[in-house]
């Protein structure tokens, strides 16, 4: 009797594992099947609807991204203060330290979270609702392609505007940061406001990290707006797939731009 | 309908979703300039089967014929034409919530017919006057009801001066001044534009006033075929049961 319980104690939860690679195994085909309709339909961009779309993800967002991004610089400042005081006593290296963490790896991570959040949800649960009440068939109807119509604006809207509003959102942090430092621990602007880390490698992946997250969020969530099914139930489950779906593809992303940034440094 | 030309043909069609059956080979006829109701019970498959001629369902196997020409097996660029020659009006209504009457009757003008949204919107001006509903050219769908918002979506079905005209439940969930309006619009297309009209509903009174010929599917099968006298006369007990179940609606059935 043993051995069958401990077979299925160990087998089942592999079982199970191996079903749910399976299905994100087909998640990620899908979304990559989006991802060349997209690539194909893009001659047939409409320059008004990217602007629309960029618009909808930079400046809609701009207020939610600075709030946010206000506290993130504060509090990190602080947290690594009160660390490097402890420690090593010095905190002429926060201003800098924080300066390359931010455009490398922090600003536009945080920044494309929050936007998947906030824009994503919303691409999904309207696509969703114009899937479930048959609006994405009336526009083929149309003749309107849905992917060139309602997908491409999307994804170019996100890859132009997404790299402007990480910009935003970092230099709020940085300067919320120097507030938080120079009160609270006296550093000096002078010692703070200083990029001497920065090279321009790290402003490269930042970018990049930027753009690609600028367009795996809107992506990642036309398609989970696109595959709801069955009425508002449908749309509120597009609605968490799309925000899951894009914050998994924002730190997926993250950790291969930051390996292949420390590969290439390296090589 | 067997009829030397007919409009639409649909031979053997067999569809699933997820393994389930849905249609087990169906085949029928429509006739060119006619109404034909498609009638069952819910679930039995009426809506996904107009939906094929259009290329909105694709079928596992069978054939289906609009005016001769295949549709099975196109592209989706194939079906543009076809679906400019056949238009779709959805059973809830489908509008674009962020354009106006106008515009929404505009686009399917400005994007088939590759002209600028000005010269289409005055084509939709004259589509929607034919239709006595200039008035509500510049409002938007949110604001009107359910039987204008139908009228609305009719008008932007006839922007493209369409064949053939698939209607999916167009009086469900309308009030029955509504509903009859509706139905009048249907029989007065068809009558005054020669447009085929197919219409998918469960409404009995609708195919007693303006019906030419009903198909009754049932368990994935076309179960009867024929002029709607001889549906309501029908002795089968599943017509008869569908038609008892719809008399109060109809009063005399």
Redesign the interface.
């Known amino acids: 009797m043993v051995p069958i319980s401990a077979s299925v104690f160990f087998l089942r939860p592999l079982a199970s594992l191996g079903r749910w690679g399976q299905w994100g195994g087909r998640q990620v085909q899908a979304v990559l099947r989006l991802g060349g309709a997209v690539l194909r339909n893009l001659p047939h961009a409409e320059p008004a609807a990217i602007w629309q779309q960029a618009r909808d993800l930079g400046n809609r967002s701009m207020f939610f991204v600075v709030v946010v991004m206000a506290f993130v610089g504060a509090i990190m400042v602080v947290q690594a203060s009160m660390q490097a005081q402890r420690i090593v006593g010095d905190l002429s290296i926060i201003g800098p330290g924080f300066m390359q963490l931010l455009v490398r790896e922090f600003a536009p991570t945080i920044v494309a979270l929050m936007i998947a959040a906030r824009y994503g949800a919303g691409v999904a649960a309207a696509l969703g609702a114009m899937q479930v009440?048959?609006?994405v068939?009336?526009l083929?109807?149309?003749?309107?392609?849905p992917i060139s119509y309602l997908v491409v604006p999307r994804v170019l809207g996100g890859l132009t505007s997404m790299p402007a509003i990480v910009v935003v959102g970092g230099a709020v942090a940085f300067v919320s940061g120097g507030l938080a430092g120079h009160f609270g621990f006296g550093i000096g602007w002078t010692s703070y406001f200083r990029t001497g880390f920065v090279v321009p490698s790290d402003v490269a992946i930042g970018f990049c990290k930027a753009a690609a997250f600028g367009v795996a969020v809107p992506l990642v969530s036309s398609w989970a707006g696109l595959s709801a099914r069955g009425g508002a139930r449908g749309v509120g489950q597009a609605t968490t797939r799309a925000v899951i779906g894009s914050s998994v593809a924002v730190l997926f992303l993250d950790l291969v731009f930051g390996a292949a940034g420390y590969v290439a440094q390296r090589w | 309908m067997a009829s030397a030309n007919p409009h639409m043909v649909f031979s053997d069609v067999h569809i699933a979703f997820a393994g389930k059956s849905v249609h087990a080979g169906v085949s029928l006829q429509v006739q060119r300039g006619s109404v034909h109701f498609i009638m069952g019970q819910s679930g039995v498959g009426k809506s996904v089967l107009i939906?094929t001629l259009?290329?909105?369902v694709h079928p596992d196997r069978g054939s289906i014929t609009f005016d001769g020409t295949e549709v099975v097996g196109l592209s989706?660029a194939a079906?543009?034409p076809i679906?400019?020659r056949c238009?779709?009006v959805?059973?809830?209504a489908?509008l674009?919530g962020s354009l106006s009457v106008l515009d929404n009757v505009a686009?399917?003008i400005a994007?088939?017919e590759q002209v600028s949204m000005a010269v289409a919107r005055q084509r939709a001006a004259e589509v929607l006057e034919s239709l006595h509903a200039r008035h509500l050219g510049e409002r938007l769908p949110a604001t009107l009801g359910p039987g204008l918002r139908k009228q609305v979506a009719i008008a932007?079905?006839l922007a493209l001066n369409p064949e053939a005209l698939l209607y999916d439940e167009p009086t469900t969930g309308l009030d029955p001044i509504a509903a009859r309006r509706t139905d009048r619009l249907i029989r007065e297309t068809s009558i005054r534009l020669g447009v085929t009209s197919v219409v998918v509903s469960h409404d009995l009174q609708s195919l007693l006033s303006i019906g030419d010929w009903v198909s009754f599917l049932h368990a994935g099968q076309l179960h009867f075929d024929g002029p709607p006298a001889k549906f309501f006369a029908a002795t089968d007990p599943v017509v008869r049961a569908f038609v008892q179940a719809g008399s109060s609606s109809v009063g005399h059935c």
């Open positions: 009440t048959e609006q068939d009336a083929r109807l149309c003749s309107a392609e | 939906k259009v290329g909105l989706e079906f543009f679906r400019r238009q779709m959805f059973q809830q489908t674009f686009m399917p994007r088939h932007r079905a």
